[in-house]
């Protein structure tokens, strides 16, 4: 596509439950990475995946959190179990290569509330 | 870590104003960016600069780099009320697939 989608804009929770997050990278672009930015904070990484393989995980902070590529497009971000501190906006990036010579695009977030 | 730190946190200026926005940074890198966030949501990229590289101008933003002082600025001239948003600047690891963000400085223009 055009740019980056992510869905759903908004996501409300209760605490417990299960949610997912989408991400449609733009054609073509083989790095896909994870973000989150907790409210006026910096962002911070997830993980990073080049192709369907995720390189990287470092940043996931907890096993409640997974996430998969599939076709080297769609990103799915899991998060089980959600809890209040899971409150934050999920940013997705793409970029058309695996290293740091090109900026990122990014999408306009999914901004995950937990009750 | 080798995060960036923005300086100031925050910044409010008259419209017709220039403003400085300054990241440093801890370890060495190759490539460092700066972004602009609106209303909290996605980022948008604004300029890439190379660590042999020392300034970058792209329309009213120019980006100096001293890797000396391993320090990064940002400058807007002739700021718009439409500039009023966070920016970021982003630094590689000196090489791999990823950028670390800073906090960011929030800049606010007065119309």
């Known amino acids: 596509g055009a740019g980056v989608s992510q869905s759903p804009s908004n996501k409300v929770t209760e605490k417990g439950k299960d949610v997912e997050l989408r991400c449609d990278p733009i054609s073509g672009h083989t790095a896909l990475y994870w973000y989150r930015q907790s409210l006026g904070q910096g962002l911070e990484f997830l993980i990073y995946?080049?192709?369907?393989?995720?390189?990287?995980k470092s940043g996931l902070p907890s096993d409640r959190f997974s996430a998969e590529r599939t076709g080297g497009s769609v990103s799915t971000l899991t998060i089980q179990r959600t809890q209040q501190e899971d409150s934050a906006v999920y940013l997705c990036?793409?970029?058309?290569?695996?290293?740091?010579?090109?900026?990122?695009?990014f999408g306009s977030g999914t901004r995950l509330t937990v009750v | 870590s080798q995060q960036g730190e923005e300086d100031p946190q925050a910044l409010s200026i008259q419209e017709g104003e220039n403003a400085t926005m300054n990241c440093s940074y801890k370890?060495?890198?190759?490539?460092l960016q700066w972004y602009r966030q609106n209303s909290g949501r996605g980022l948008v990229h604004l300029i890439l600069i190379r660590s042999n590289e020392r300034e970058k101008h792209s329309g009213r933003l120019r980006v100096t780099l001293d890797t000396s002082k391993k320090s990064s600025s940002l400058l807007i001239t002739a700021s718009r009320a439409a500039d009023t948003a966070s920016y970021f600047c982003a630094t590689d690891a000196g090489g791999t697939y990823k950028y670390i963000f800073g906090t960011g400085t929030r800049l606010k223009v007065l119309a």
């Open positions: 370890t060495s890198i190759n490539n």
């Open positions: 995946f080049q192709g369907n393989s995720a390189p990287d």
């Open positions: 990036a793409s970029s058309p290569t695996g290293g740091t010579n090109y900026g990122y695009t």
